[in-house]
């Protein structure tokens, strides 16, 4: 295979990769209050993540050796057109990939808070701890206990 080749099977592994972490994200969206799924998910995730540190090194690599230290653009712009329509797709859907990942990730991320705010809830509720109370005044110590936590 020629360097070329290899740039863009590289680069189609890594849409690869990330099209199972966009999988692996929307399946943690829909166990989000299984804490065994999830942790399995999570794992799942650390090894593409993974896979994906070895792919984008080795990406690295051929881009050193095929641009020669030119900034993407130029040397997207150096391309021939037939180059440029073969790796323009790929890269478009690398983009798309990587953005639809960082929105998938952040709305995962709030719903795991929200979850952990529900448990901390309910454990609170189960163990009679409460926090201090929203309207007493400091100092006063007649402070009455709630059941309502304002985090839900």
Do not use: C
Not at 27 to 48: C, F, G, H, P, T
Not at 82 to 96: R, Y
Not at 100 to 124: D, H
Request: net charge negative; glycine share 4%.
């Amino acid at each position: 295979m020629t360097v070329w080749a290899d740039l863009l099977a590289i680069l189609r592994a890594e849409n690869e990769i990330l099209s199972s972490l966009l999988a692996l994200g929307e399946e943690k969206q829909e166990k989000i209050n299984d804490a065994d799924e999830v942790i399995r998910i999570a794992s799942d995730e650390q090894e593409l993540v993974d896979r994906l540190a070895v792919v984008e090194q080795e990406r690295a690599v051929l881009y050193d050796v095929i641009a020669a230290g030119r900034e993407l653009e130029e040397w997207l712009a150096s391309l021939s057109q037939e180059q440029q329509a073969e790796i323009g797709p790929i890269i478009v859907e690398l983009a798309e990939n990587l953005a639809a990942l960082r929105s998938q990730n952040k709305l995962n991320q709030e719903l795991l808070i929200q979850s952990l705010s529900y448990v901390q809830f309910s454990l609170n509720l189960l163990t009679g701890e409460e926090g201090p109370s929203t309207y007493a005044r400091e100092g006063t110590g007649a402070a009455r206990t709630s059941i309502f936590d304002r985090k839900v």
